[in-house]
C-alpha cells in the first residue's frame, strides 16, 4: 500500500474526490449574491429532500405559509416523492453561479388549466432581492420545458414582497 505523508494513497484520492477547489467562491456567492446576479435553474433531485424540507420548516418559511406549522418528516416525505414522481410537476432548485441551492420555484398544475407557482428564497439569501430573479429564471425555465401556460401565483395576506414581485 502506497503511502503519502503518512495516508493511504486511497484516502487521499477520497479525500481529493470531495473537493472541487471552489470553496472560497462559494463562500463569497454566499456573503455577496445581490439582486442582478444570475442564478441557474436545474431539476429538484431526490439529494434535495432533507434541504427542501429545510427551507420549509424555516420560521421566516414558515410565517408566511397558508399553513403555518412545522412539517413533519413523514409528511415531506410523502408530499416530495409525489412531487418528484408526477410529469405534470416542474420543480426547481435555483443556485448562484458556484453551486450554492439559492431557492427553489415549483409550478403544479390547477383544475383549471393553469399553474400555480410556488416558490421560495433560501433563508441564507433572503432580504437581497433575489426573489424575482429566481421567479424570472424558474418561469424561462418552465417555458422552455413545458411551453407556454396560464400561470398564477399565491399569496398570503400581508406578505407584501412576494405580491410585489408576482406583480412585477
Not at 477547489?21 to 439582486?35: K, S
Not at 401565483?153 to 410585489?164: C, Q, T
Request: proline share 6%; aromatic share 8%.
Amino acid at each position: 500500500l502506497a503511502v503519502t505523508q503518512g495516508f493511504p494513497c486511497d484516502h487521499i484520492k477520497a479525500m481529493m474526490a470531495t473537493v472541487d477547489g471552489l470553496g472560497a467562491e462559494r463562500v463569497c456567492d454566499a456573503l455577496t449574491v445581490r439582486a442582478g446576479q444570475p442564478l441557474t435553474l436545474r431539476s429538484v433531485r431526490p439529494d434535495d429532500k432533507e434541504m427542501v424540507l429545510e427551507w420549509a420548516n424555516n420560521a421566516g418559511t414558515r410565517s408566511q405559509a397558508f399553513h403555518p406549522s412545522p412539517i413533519s418528516q413523514q409528511d415531506h416525505e410523502r408530499w416530495f416523492a409525489a412531487r418528484l414522481g408526477d410529469p405534470s410537476v416542474a420543480f426547481y432548485i435555483a443556485e448562484t453561479k458556484h453551486g450554492i441551492p439559492a431557492g427553489q420555484a415549483r409550478f403544479e398544475p390547477a383544475s383549471d388549466g393553469a399553474r400555480e407557482i410556488s416558490y421560495l428564497v433560501a433563508p441564507l439569501f433572503r432580504g437581497r432581492g433575489l426573489g424575482l430573479s429566481l421567479l424570472r429564471e424558474a418561469l424561462t425555465a418552465f417555458s422552455s420545458d413545458h411551453g407556454a401556460a396560464p400561470m398564477r401565483g399565491l399569496v398570503k395576506a400581508g406578505n407584501r414582497a412576494s405580491a410585489r414581485i408576482f406583480r412585477a
